[in-house]
């Protein structure tokens, strides 16, 4: 393992002299990569510092108690001692996590689609409380979000929502967010206050980048159309909307946020390039269909990762059979403890 830090500090020093000539090149690509590679080295590298500063200290710290007669001062050494041996195991084992292998996503941002699922309108109320949950966990955390796609229901939530989560660390705090998502409590609609269940999924892709993803625009059907429900002047009157059908795949995304017909395209291509990095992904790693249906499911209510329940402020994750008592505060974004 040692050999191994050895090598990855050799490399982080030829590389930290080079970062600003690198960026300063223009090649987005290049400078993207070495970032990365910069940010993975950098934590490894200062452990392993910290773990041959403390093996020096310890060596002292011995030295040092073997010329000692001093009963004092050989406690406070033999103390001393022992607090550097802890640190070590602890540097240690930080470090074997380090080197474990990464997820090639972890340093990507994220796409999130959430649609309510069974329930009905209730399930679409639903859908629009996780949106906020996850726009206020992103806040908290310091990331920004920005919706790409969406579709209100009568009632304020949404049939669907699709939106883009970016920062640090993004994808690792996400992934798991995936599958069916139940919700108990007495709904607005409901008129004797009988508790109702209801369902949303959540789907959670890592963001393709253009260099990602090769999309032949001879394979793309690109239709105009104007855009439907609330918004500007815009809406239904100009040719806005936007619908891109890959036909290789079958894969069709809408866009009709945005009044431009250049940024419904635009971001109709963001979802386009995410949903086909994760086909190949998918593909590569066998039984595409199935590690689709894995994550979401059916959206049927039996069909749960997380039960979030109101009359009792309890959200529970069944995964890991963790209850807690403080939906509230879940659902203004302090997700930690959960994602932890």
């Not at 949950?133 to 920004?144: H, I, L």
Request: aromatic residues 4%.
């Amino acid at each position: 393992m040692f050999e191994r830090l050895a090598d990855l500090e050799t490399e982080l020093e030829a590389l930290e002299p080079r970062l600003a000539e690198i960026y300063g090149a223009g090649d987005q690509d290049a400078a993207r990569k070495a970032g990365r590679r910069h940010a993975e080295l950098k934590p490894i590298v200062d452990a392993y510092r910290s773990h041959r500063t403390a093996i020096s200290d310890l060596e002292e710290a011995r030295e040092l108690l073997g010329n000692e007669s001093d009963v004092e001062m050989r406690r406070y050494l033999e103390s001393e001692i022992e607090e550097k041996i802890v640190r070590i195991g602890e540097l240690e084992d930080e470090l074997r996590a380090l080197l474990l292998p990464r997820d090639p996503n972890d340093d990507r941002n994220v796409i999130v689609e959430i649609r309510g699922a069974e329930g009905g309108e209730e399930a679409n109320l639903f859908a629009g409380d996780l949106y906020r949950m996850y726009q206020r966990y992103a806040e908290r955390s310091g990331w920004k979000t920005e919706i790409l796609s969406s579709q209100p229901s009568d009632m304020g939530g949404f049939k669907d929502i699709t939106f883009l989560v970016k920062g640090d660390g993004v994808w690792s705090r996400f992934e798991h967010e995936a599958g069916p998502h139940r919700v108990q409590r007495v709904p607005t609609t409901e008129s004797q206050g009988r508790i109702h269940t209801s369902a949303a999924t959540v789907a959670v892709l890592p963001e393709a980048e253009e260099v990602d993803v090769s999309i032949d625009l001879n394979d793309l059907d690109i239709d105009v159309f104007r855009s439907s429900g609330p918004g500007g002047q815009s809406v239904n009157t100009t040719d806005s909307a936007v619908r891109i059908t890959h036909k290789p795949t079958g894969l069709v995304v809408t866009c009709q946020d945005e009044k431009s017909q250049l940024q419904n395209r635009e971001k109709a291509m963001r979802i386009l390039r995410a949903r086909i990095l994760q086909i190949e992904q998918e593909r590569q790693a066998g039984e595409l269909a199935a590690t689709r249906r894995a994550q979401v499911g059916g959206g049927s209510r039996s069909e749960k990762v997380r039960t979030y329940n109101f009359k009792e402020n309890r959200v529970t994750d069944h995964r890991i059979g963790l209850t807690l008592y403080k939906l509230d505060q879940v659902l203004d974004g302090a997700l930690d403890e959960l994602v932890d």
